[in-house]
T-cell receptor, first 114, second 113 residues
Framework: ETGVTQSPTHLIKTRGQQVTLRCSSQSGHNTVSWYQQALGQGPQFIFQYYREEENGRGNFPPRFSGLQFPNYSSELNVNALELDDSALYLC?????????????FGPGTRLLVL | LAKTTQPISMDSYEGQEVNITCSHNNIATNDYITWYQQFPSQGPRFIIQGYKTKVTNEVASLFIPADRKSSTLSLPRVSLSDTAVYYCLVGDAISGGSYIPTFGRGTSLIVHP
């Protein structure tokens, strides 16, 4: 167990809808990253938040947005869902500023878009 | 962006040593190399991290040559429970402090009895 939790575990939405996924970080971890993992693929980096601001973003459109709260928990919001958004969404937390920055992943949220 | 290349799959038998190599030709000076293990429908689990030379912990060793363009994860005496997908991750720290970590497609390791 990493101490990183995500909710919900599974979710079914229809095309065009909006979804919010949540992540609670391991104690003391001030940085959170979100990844999308399609079946059979490696995790793809969506974005990272540090001190409540986005400080890194992968190749994802603006309809993917996020928030980080003062307690370091985080949300991933996806608007105008598309069928290709069906995937496992992972959050990972870490402590930034150390010599080695190891990420610890949550169990993921499985999203199915119909 | 530092891209990574790994073998798609590997087979081994219980008790053998397994070595998985990852190529990362465009690794940046301040990038660490991290390896993760992932079981189906679970999040990746941290195995080991290194910057250069050799790192060893209770589950694995990581060998990194001087040019850092590749790394090798070594799993001693694998068991059936080591059957999983293994990913190497190289973090990018491009100008301005932006961080874009890049996972490869992973290596599916199957351990046979």
């Amino acid at each position: 167990e990493t101490g990183v939790t995500q909710s919900p575990t599974h979710l079914i939405k229809t095309r065009g809808q909006q979804v919010t996924l949540r992540c609670s970080s391991q104690s003391g971890h001030n940085t959170v990253s979100w990844y999308q993992q399609a079946l059979g693929q490696g995790p793809q980096f969506i974005f990272q938040y540090y001190r409540e601001e986005e400080n890194g973003r992968g190749n994802f459109p603006p309809r993917f947005s996020g928030l980080q709260f003062p307690n370091y928990s985080s949300e991933l919001n996806v608007n105008a869902l598309e069928l290709d958004d069906s995937a496992l969404y992972l959050c990972a937390t870490k402590i930034s500023g150390g010599a080695e920055e190891t990420q610890y992943f949550g169990p993921g949220t499985r999203l199915l878009v119909l | 962006l530092a891209k990574t290349t790994q073998p798609i799959s590997m087979d081994s038998y219980e008790g053998q040593e397994v070595n998985i190599t990852c190529s990362h030709n465009n690794i940046a000076t301040n990038d660490y190399i991290t390896w993760y293990q992932q079981f189906p429908s679970q999040g990746p689990r941290f195995i080991i991290q290194g910057y250069k030379t050799k790192v060893t912990n209770e589950v694995a060793s990581l060998f990194i040559p001087a040019d850092r363009k590749s790394s090798t994860l070594s799993l001693p005496r694998v068991s059936l429970s080591d059957t999983a997908v293994y990913y190497c991750l190289v973090g990018d720290a491009i100008s301005g402090g932006s961080y874009i970590p890049t996972f490869g497609r992973g290596t599916s390791l199957i351990v046979h009895p």
